[in-house]
C-alpha cells in the first residue's frame, strides 16, 4: 500500500465524521503515518479539530451538506465517529466508489440504529442476547413488555449514545416516563425505542475485536484483551484491562464478536459489548469503531486501541499485546459552563503511574466527559482503578 504526503496534491486523506475525543486519537494515529486528516462536526473547536489540517462544522444528519463536503474534499477515508450520521449519504458515496467507508457504509447503517444491529446479531447471526421488543407506540411498549421481556427491563430510544435516553424500569408506573424519557433522549426520533429484558450477569466487557490483513493480504480477526468496565446511568465512569475471566467464557465471548464482526465485514477496530455470568455470554452492542471504555488501552497496550483502528484501516500489521494492567476514570463536567478551568492537574499526575488526558471541549456539562485518567499498576486491576479513580477526583473543572 502506499501513502502519499499530507497537504500535497498525492495526499491520503481521511475526513472524520464526529470529531471528539475518541475521534482525536484516530486523528493522531493517522497521522503519525503521514494521513491528511479532516475533522467535521457539528459544532466548532471540537478535540480533533484542534490538530487536524482542516476542519468544517456542518449537520451530519443532513444529506446534501454531507456529500457536497465529501465531493469537495475527495477523501480517500470516511471514518464516522458517533451514529448521528446521514448514512444514506454514505451508502450512495461507496457504491460510486468514491470514497472508502471505514469499515463499510451497511456498518455504519447497522449500528447507527438498536433495531438493525439487534435484528442481524439475535435473528441472523443467532448469538445469545437478551430478550427485546420494538414499540412505536406506548400500547407497543406495555404490551412487549408484559407478553416478552417482563420486569426488571430496560427502556432505550434506537438511536443514542452515552445512555442518553436510558431507562431501567422496574414496574408498570414508570414506564410511561421512561418511554417519554426514550423518545426525548435519542440521537434522532427514529419512530421506535427498543425494549430490553434484564439478564442476570456477573460483569460486563468490551472485547475489542479487529479486522485487519494479515501477511497474505487477507482479512484476519485479533482480539485485545478483555476490559471490564462500569456504567452509571448508562454511561462508562470506569474500565479496567484485562477483565478476569475463565477460559471457557473468554472462548464463548471472542465466537461471538467473531460471527458478529464477521457479518459486518470490512476492516477495523469493533467494540464489542458482552454480558458475562460464569462460562455463559450474551450480546449486547457494538460499535464499528474505538470504544469509549477502551480509552485504557493508551497505557495498557503496545497499540491503543485508535492505533490498531488507523492500522486496520490503512492495510498495515497490528498486534494487540497487552504490556501492563491498567485501568480508566472518567473526568466528568460537573458543571454547565463556557470559558473553563482545570485545576488540580500536579496533584493528579503525582503518581508516575497515572496519566490524565483533557479533551478540551470548549463547553462543560454536568455529565459531560470532559478528560480521563489512565493508571497502571504492577500489583493488580484493584490497585490500578484506585490510582484512576483518585487522579480523576483531584482534577476539578470551573466556569
Same mark, same amino acid.
Given at each position: 500500500?502506499?501513502?502519499?504526503?499530507?497537504?500535497?496534491?498525492?495526499?491520503?486523506?481521511?475526513?472524520?465524521?464526529?470529531? +471528539?475525543?475518541?475521534?482525536?486519537?484516530?486523528?493522531?494515529?493517522?497521522?503519525?503515518?503521514?494521513?491528511?486528516?479532516?475533522?467535521? %462536526?457539528?459544532?466548532?473547536?471540537?478535540?480533533?479539530?484542534?490538530?487536524?489540517?482542516?476542519? @468544517?462544522?456542518?449537520?451530519?444528519?443532513?444529506?446534501?451538506?454531507?456529500?457536497?463536503?465529501?465531493?469537495?474534499?475527495?477523501? %480517500?477515508?470516511?471514518?464516522?465517529?458517533?451514529?448521528?450520521?446521514?448514512?444514506?449519504?454514505?451508502?450512495?458515496?461507496?457504491?460510486?466508489?468514491?470514497?472508502?467507508?471505514?469499515?463499510?457504509?451497511?456498518?455504519?447503517?447497522?449500528?447507527?440504529?438498536?433495531?438493525?444491529?439487534?435484528?442481524?446479531?439475535?435473528?441472523?447471526?443467532?448469538?445469545?442476547?437478551?430478550?427485546?421488543?420494538?414499540?412505536?407506540?406506548? /400500547?407497543?411498549?406495555?404490551?412487549?413488555?408484559?407478553?416478552?421481556?417482563?420486569?426488571? !427491563?430496560?427502556?432505550?430510544?434506537?438511536?443514542?449514545? *452515552?445512555? =442518553?435516553?436510558? *431507562?431501567?424500569? /422496574?414496574?408498570?408506573?414508570?414506564?410511561?416516563?421512561?418511554?417519554?424519557?426514550?423518545?426525548?433522549?435519542?440521537?434522532? %426520533?427514529?419512530?421506535?425505542?427498543?425494549?430490553?429484558?434484564?439478564? %442476570?450477569?456477573?460483569?460486563? /466487557?468490551?472485547?475489542?475485536?479487529?479486522?485487519?490483513?494479515?501477511?497474505?493480504?487477507?482479512?484476519?480477526?485479533?482480539?485485545?484483551?478483555?476490559?471490564? @468496565?462500569?456504567?452509571?446511568?448508562?454511561?462508562?465512569?470506569?474500565?479496567?484491562?484485562?477483565? =478476569?475471566?475463565?477460559?471457557?467464557?473468554?472462548?464463548?465471548?471472542?465466537?461471538?464478536?467473531?460471527?458478529?464482526?464477521?457479518?459486518? +465485514?470490512?476492516?477495523?477496530?469493533?467494540?464489542?459489548?458482552?454480558?458475562?455470568?460464569? $462460562?455463559?455470554?450474551?450480546?449486547?452492542?457494538?460499535?464499528?469503531?474505538? @470504544?469509549?471504555?477502551?480509552?485504557?488501552?493508551?497505557?495498557?497496550?503496545?497499540?491503543?486501541?485508535? $492505533?490498531?483502528?488507523?492500522?486496520?484501516?490503512?492495510?498495515?500489521?497490528? !498486534?494487540?499485546?497487552? $504490556?501492563?494492567?491498567?485501568?480508566?476514570?472518567?473526568?466528568?463536567?460537573?458543571?454547565?459552563?463556557?470559558n473553563i478551568e482545570y485545576t488540580g492537574l500536579d496533584k493528579?499526575?503525582? $503518581?508516575a503511574d497515572v496519566e490524565v488526558r483533557l479533551f478540551a =471541549?470548549?463547553?462543560?456539562?454536568?455529565?459531560?466527559?470532559?478528560?480521563?485518567?489512565?493508571?497502571?499498576?504492577?500489583?493488580?486491576?484493584?490497585?490500578?482503578?484506585?490510582?484512576?479513580?483518585?487522579?480523576?477526583?483531584?482534577?476539578?473543572?470551573?466556569?
Amino acid at each position: 500500500m502506499k501513502i502519499g504526503t499530507a497537504l500535497t496534491p498525492n495526499a491520503t486523506k481521511a475526513l472524520l465524521l464526529g470529531s +471528539g475525543e475518541l475521534g482525536k486519537e484516530i486523528a493522531i494515529s493517522l497521522q503519525r503515518y503521514g494521513v491528511e486528516v479532516i475533522a467535521v %462536526d457539528r459544532y466548532p473547536n471540537a478535540p480533533a479539530q484542534h490538530i487536524a489540517q482542516r476542519s @468544517h462544522v456542518i449537520d451530519m444528519t443532513n444529506v446534501e451538506a454531507v456529500k457536497k463536503l465529501i465531493a469537495a474534499e475527495k477523501p %480517500d477515508y470516511i471514518i464516522p465517529e458517533i451514529e448521528a450520521i446521514a448514512t444514506e449519504a454514505l451508502a450512495e458515496i461507496e457504491i460510486e466508489g468514491l470514497s472508502k467507508i471505514v469499515p463499510n457504509a451497511r456498518a455504519v447503517q447497522l449500528t447507527m440504529n438498536r433495531e438493525g444491529i439487534r435484528t442481524m446479531a439475535a435473528e441472523k447471526v443467532g448469538v445469545p442476547t437478551s430478550s427485546y421488543a420494538f414499540a412505536e407506540t406506548f /400500547i407497543e411498549l406495555k404490551e412487549a413488555v408484559e407478553n416478552i421481556t417482563g420486569y426488571p !427491563c430496560f427502556i432505550k430510544p434506537t438511536m443514542s449514545s *452515552s445512555g =442518553k435516553g436510558q *431507562s431501567m424500569v /422496574i414496574s408498570e408506573g414508570q414506564l410511561e416516563k421512561a418511554w417519554e424519557y426514550a423518545k426525548e433522549g435519542g440521537r434522532t %426520533d427514529t419512530g421506535k425505542v427498543i425494549v430490553e429484558g434484564a439478564i %442476570d450477569f456477573d460483569y460486563e /466487557i468490551t472485547l475489542l475485536t479487529v479486522r485487519a490483513l494479515d501477511k497474505n493480504g487477507k482479512a484476519d480477526t485479533y482480539f485485545c484483551e478483555p476490559i471490564g @468496565h462500569l456504567q452509571q446511568d448508562g454511561d462508562y465512569r470506569e474500565s479496567w484491562q484485562p477483565q =478476569k475471566m475463565t477460559s471457557t467464557a473468554l472462548k464463548n465471548a471472542q465466537e461471538i464478536a467473531f460471527n458478529v464482526t464477521n457479518e459486518i +465485514g470490512g476492516l477495523g477496530l469493533f467494540g464489542v459489548e458482552l454480558f458475562i455470568k460464569g $462460562d455463559e455470554v450474551w450480546f449486547s452492542e457494538v460499535s464499528p469503531r474505538p @470504544h469509549d471504555t477502551g480509552m485504557v488501552t493508551m497505557v495498557t497496550q503496545r497499540q491503543t486501541e485508535f $492505533d490498531l483502528h488507523a492500522r486496520a484501516i490503512l492495510g498495515l500489521p497490528v !498486534c494487540t499485546t497487552l $504490556d501492563k494492567m491498567g485501568a480508566s476514570a472518567v473526568i466528568l463536567g460537573g458543571i454547565n459552563a463556557k470559558n473553563i478551568e482545570y485545576t488540580g492537574l500536579d496533584k493528579a499526575l503525582e $503518581d508516575a503511574d497515572v496519566e490524565v488526558r483533557l479533551f478540551a =471541549k470548549p463547553e462543560a456539562y454536568i455529565t459531560r466527559r470532559m478528560g480521563v485518567a489512565l493508571a497502571t499498576s504492577k500489583k493488580n486491576i484493584k490497585e490500578a482503578r484506585a490510582k484512576a479513580v483518585k487522579a480523576a477526583s483531584l482534577v476539578y473543572i470551573k466556569g
